[in-house]
DNA sequence: ACACAATGAGACGAGAATGTCTCAAGCGGG
DNA sequence: CCCGCTTGAGACATTCTCGTCTCATTGTGT
């Protein structure tokens, strides 16, 4: 039983369904399941077989967003380098989980009682410990809590992530605009070389 | 018919039920009317008979908010001196309403094609007025757009008011935190005196 | 004391979403 | 070719929330 060979046989992947569903439940965060179905392209009973419950679905997206997020921390590799580097690394590297992020950080408020995955707490170190290290080194400045420098990082990427959705800011300034921000502010430093628009690559 | 005179006869003034409304709906986005009731402490039909529904309840908490938001707007006298004292001072008018902020934030999202009361509009054009106004000052740096700045304040806004609900920062350095990583960011600018960790009154 | 307005409690049906079930059809492998 | 697995479509009961209604109670002003 249980797809234990992930041959040819499963037309419906996992994987698939899941990112349809993260990408319309970041739209609409109260999406039906039949919409969500729909929106996978199967239907309503095929997703049930897959994922038994709502919840079951959202803990899924959970689990993949956890994934994601510490696939971007791995890629960016956060101890290398001065830590403000770090930082743009590892806004660039989340980008394409900004989304899915952003919906499970508002869906992370109604869970209220039942405790959030654990795994949202290591992931909270990870980023305070690359914080944490810019003030040791004395990158960053030390008013500022490592914890608010990640919350804060947090909701300028669901900002970005729907302001991109929208159309109120383009795509291709996601990654710069934010860490530009979270890194210098809106304030003009003369003396700093962060006066080129784009390019980043 | 009507409750046309506002005199002593109101028992349960709207204002109450609306704060306590922003104040649950605020951790739970999803909370029931009769939720809403009990957090308000009056039955369902009483809120029934104020709100008809579940939308023009969340209506009126958007004209709150828009009305609260355009008080601390006009509070700040946003074209008064410079512009990042007007940020400093907009952060510390809006703070008393960036709960209720947060919630419509991500409501908005829902409201999909209905489109959004008008009063947004506005709000965003004078905040995005005042980001262009440093601008041109040359206070601000100009590879951030102002819709982006704007975007920016609202996401740290809701940032800051979870992590306050929830106890990850203290609730006292709320306007500082915000204030300051809007304005200077997450580096260190050893020439500015960005240094005095509280202190803001 | 009386009348009236507002409230609280609860019942009731409508509607939506969910979870479960059955049945027919498609499709590949033995 | 036939078998078995998976899917799609739909029916069904259940649950939840909503909106409306009624009725008893409270409290206030005249």
Same mark, same amino acid.
């Given at each position: 039983m249980s797809q234990a060979g992930y041959g040819c046989l499963m037309a419906v992947d996992r994987h698939h369904v899941l990112r349809s569903a993260a990408a319309?439940? +970041? *739209?609409?965060?109260?999406a039906t399941m039949d919409e969500v179905a729909k929106a996978?392209?199967?239907? *309503? $009973? +095929?997703? /049930?077989? /897959?994922? $038994? &419950? *709502?919840?079951?679905?959202?803990?899924a997206l959970e689990a993949l967003g956890i994934a994601e997020c510490e696939a971007a921390l791995d890629a960016a590799r956060l101890d290398e380098g001065p830590?403000?580097?770090?930082?743009?690394r590892l806004v660039r590297e989340i980008e394409s989980a900004a989304a899915l992020l952003a919906f499970l950080y508002t869906e992370n408020q109604l869970f209220e009682g039942e405790g959030q995955n654990e795994g949202w707490a290591?992931?909270?170190?990870?980023?305070?410990a690359?914080?944490?290290? &810019?003030?040791?080194n004395g990158e960053?400045?030390?008013d500022l809590t490592p914890a608010w420098l990640t919350e804060a990082l947090y909701g300028l990427l669901a900002s970005g992530a729907w302001a991109?959705?929208? &159309?109120r800011v383009a795509a291709k300034d996601f990654t710069y605009m934010i860490a530009e921000l979270l890194l210098g502010g809106a304030l003009r430093h003369p003396e700093r070389n962060s006066e080129q628009p784009r390019e980043e690559s």
């Amino acid at each position: 039983m249980s797809q234990a060979g992930y041959g040819c046989l499963m037309a419906v992947d996992r994987h698939h369904v899941l990112r349809s569903a993260a990408a319309l439940l +970041t *739209r609409k965060s109260t999406a039906t399941m039949d919409e969500v179905a729909k929106a996978a392209g199967i239907s *309503r $009973a +095929t997703l /049930h077989r /897959h994922f $038994a &419950g *709502r919840d079951v679905l959202v803990r899924a997206l959970e689990a993949l967003g956890i994934a994601e997020c510490e696939a971007a921390l791995d890629a960016a590799r956060l101890d290398e380098g001065p830590a403000r580097d770090a930082v743009r690394r590892l806004v660039r590297e989340i980008e394409s989980a900004a989304a899915l992020l952003a919906f499970l950080y508002t869906e992370n408020q109604l869970f209220e009682g039942e405790g959030q995955n654990e795994g949202w707490a290591r992931i909270d170190d990870r980023i305070a410990a690359l914080f944490r290290r &810019g003030q040791s080194n004395g990158e960053f400045r030390i008013d500022l809590t490592p914890a608010w420098l990640t919350e804060a990082l947090y909701g300028l990427l669901a900002s970005g992530a729907w302001a991109v959705s929208e &159309g109120r800011v383009a795509a291709k300034d996601f990654t710069y605009m934010i860490a530009e921000l979270l890194l210098g502010g809106a304030l003009r430093h003369p003396e700093r070389n962060s006066e080129q628009p784009r390019e980043e690559s």
